[in-house]
């Protein structure tokens, strides 16, 4: 069985740290809604695009698969994993899975048998690419590690499963060789791409990149004894497939251009030979503020490297460990989506799509501890009290790709809503106000009320010019309870700063309005994400919550891309 690879990793980085923390329509045209780098490669399969590493790595006896064991689920494979004998650290969702597998768990929460699905099952593979159909997923990276050991037949059947479902599901897959524990590396991914995956590009579904098949090598220069390589063999690597005509990426360590931490010395060559570089990040944030921190001295500076050497550059992007209680509901993600958007990035790779046996899956995992072993002590999506729908970290992926491809302006507030519809069974702390009835003292053009609750942060409401005061007002379907209220305009530099008077009213009935916040002036910043917020001194009970504007130093007139409502 292959080492995880956070086992080797984040050994080798414990106790280090990085140093530090740390007016418009008719007159303008709307700017792109992140920062552009000069990107070393028009837009293609990978570049552009949001890529998934996918595992397929579970297997269960008698699932048919050659490996014929409990495959990444156990400790010892053999045995159907159990609290004693088990990998697993989160708990996927099978509601969707036909074919399910019974372990030696206890029962669910719900009293239903803990079953787990196979990745050797089409049907399971099916699913997964359906879900990265539906949620903004383009591209799946298939992991192979050394394929010449008893994990190899059931590695290439995957790779063919890979292929039949990206086909179905208009997906594009590319092979992601890992060289952990692979001994002949040099020689045999040589053998192995010439005399098996090669094939594969003559898929529809292969990505290719700049004309070229894709693909990629992850691990060299890893401080660690599982990838001992030197530099020469590595390199001499990357130019034989280059020379065999592909666009080559490498996954490379996290500190890769100073060559410390994680990143041996002496591999700045072999990196700088690649056509696109992919620093690893598991393990390596556990908070927003570590995000912002990898953002200024590490992120930038590498898109610099990248910008000046006609290297595309593709930064790894982790929900989290839900286990560690690292996801903050999202937020952690959605601050690398922001970070690394503002940086300019060429595409995100997300680690990883399947991995629940790390932790850092985005696949349809358990929303509650009804769904999970009773007395496993494995976390469901809801373990910090908010509620999240089993796919959150599917759809929170499909708005960072909307942002990165610029149908979605650059926004610092999370437009995701952990649980649609307000439902769930803990309370939610969502935007209470996304896609409710809209309505406003007046429009001009066609920037109606609605602009500003559809979770678009592009498009807005503005009021009639001239003529304050003016009011946007949203109907939450319900008397809720009202705590902050988030604010915001496009944030492309085109807006530039503007500060409006506004003032915050509720109301039960729709026609009685008391003030919740007087009028002040809500600054507007595109430095800061053209975004402002309004928080209660205690939360008030409304179903009508209204925004009074009586000035703008920007332009005469109310205007606004999001008005968020929040409980808490």
């Known amino acids: 069985m292959a080492i995880s690879r956070r086992s080797v990793i984040?050994?080798?980085?414990?106790?280090?740290?990085?140093?530090?923390?740390?007016?418009?329509?008719?007159?303008?045209?709307?700017?792109?809604?992140?920062?552009?780098?000069?990107?070393?490669?028009?837009?293609?399969?990978?570049?552009?695009k949001v890529t998934v590493g996918y595992q397929g790595w579970f297997a269960c006896i008698g699932d048919g698969a050659?490996?014929?064991?409990?495959?990444?689920y156990s400790r010892n494979a053999g045995q159907p994993p159990s609290p004693s004998n088990t990998t697993l650290v989160s708990w996927p969702d099978m509601r969707e899975y036909t074919r399910s597998y019974p372990t030696a768990y206890p029962n669910l929460g719900n009293g239903q048998r803990a079953t787990l699905f196979s990745s050797w099952d089409q049907q399971t593979v099916d699913t997964h690419f359906r879900w990265m159909r539906e949620n903004g997923c383009d591209t799946a990276a298939l992991q192979r590690f050394n394929p010449f050991g008893a994990e190899g037949p059931t590695r290439?059947?995957?790779a063919q499963k890979v292929r039949q479902s990206a086909e179905a599901y208009g997906r594009k897959f590319y092979i992601m060789y890992d060289v952990t524990d692979w001994t002949n590396m040099q020689s045999e991914i040589k053998q192995d791409w010439t005399t098996k995956m090669r094939a594969y590009t003559a898929s529809s579904a292969y990505a290719v990149q700049n004309g070229k098949p894709v693909v990629c090598i992850w691990g060299f220069g890893f401080n660690d004894p599982g990838r001992p390589f030197a530099p020469a063999p590595c390199k001499d690597v990357v130019d034989w497939f280059k020379a065999q005509g592909c666009y080559v990426i490498g996954g490379v360590p996290t500190?890769?251009?100073?060559?410390i931490n994680d990143s041996r010395p002496g591999f700045?060559?072999?990196?700088?030979?690649?056509?696109?570089?992919?620093?690893?990040?598991?393990?390596?944030?556990?908070?927003?503020?570590?995000a912002d921190q990898f953002y200024r001295d590490l992120n930038t500076p590498d898109q610099a490297d990248c910008d000046a050497r006609g290297i595309d550059y593709q930064p790894c992007v982790i929900p989290g460990d839900l286990q560690s209680g690292h996801r903050a509901h999202g937020e952690l993600m959605w601050r690398q989506f922001y970070n690394l958007c503002r940086v300019g990035v060429q595409g995100f790779y997300i680690s990883m799509f399947d991995e629940f046996n790390e932790g850092n899956q985005i696949a349809k995992t358990t929303e509650t501890s009804a769904e999970v072993p009773a007395g496993s002590g494995i976390r469901a999506l809801n373990e910090d009290g908010t509620a999240c729908s089993a796919d959150y970290y599917l759809r929170l992926t499909a708005d960072g790709g909307r942002m990165l491809?610029?149908?979605l302006a650059l926004t610092a507030v999370r437009p995701t809503v952990p649980f649609p519809g307000g439902g769930g069974p803990t309370q939610p702390t969502g935007d209470l106000a996304l896609n409710r009835p809209a309505t406003a003292s007046s429009v001009t053009q066609n920037y109606g009320a609605g602009n500003a609750v559809d979770g678009n942060g592009s498009s807005y409401w503005e009021s009639a010019n001239n003529a304050f005061p003016q009011w946007i007002q949203v109907d939450l379907g319900a008397a809720s309870a009202v705590k902050r209220v988030v604010l915001s305009l496009?944030?492309?530099?085109?807006?530039?700063?503007?500060?409006q008077t506004v003032a915050v009213l509720g109301s039960t009935n729709g026609s009685d309005f008391s003030t919740l916040s007087a009028a002040a002036g809500r600054t507007f910043d595109p430095a800061s994400g053209n975004t402002t917020t309004v928080t209660l001194a205690t939360a008030a009970n409304a179903r009508y919550v209204r925004l009074q504007f009586t000035g703008n130093t920007g332009w005469p007139a109310g205007q606004l891309s999001g008005f968020s409502v929040y409980a808490s």
Do not use: C, E
């Open 10 to 48: 984040v050994s080798a980085l414990a106790g280090t740290a990085t140093a530090g923390l740390g007016g418009l329509p008719g007159t303008l045209t709307q700017a792109a809604a992140a920062p552009t780098a000069p990107a070393a490669s028009p837009p293609g399969d990978v570049v552009g």
């Open 66 to 72: 050659p490996i014929n064991s409990w495959w990444h």
């Open 156 to 158: 290439d059947g995957m």
């Open 255 to 259: 500190h890769w251009r100073n060559g």
């Open 268 to 290: 700045l060559d072999v990196y700088h030979s690649f056509d696109m570089i992919s620093p690893w990040m598991v393990g390596r944030i556990t908070n927003v503020s570590q």
């Open 405 to 407: 491809k610029g149908q």
């Open 490 to 499: 496009p944030p492309n530099p085109a807006w530039g700063s503007r500060t």
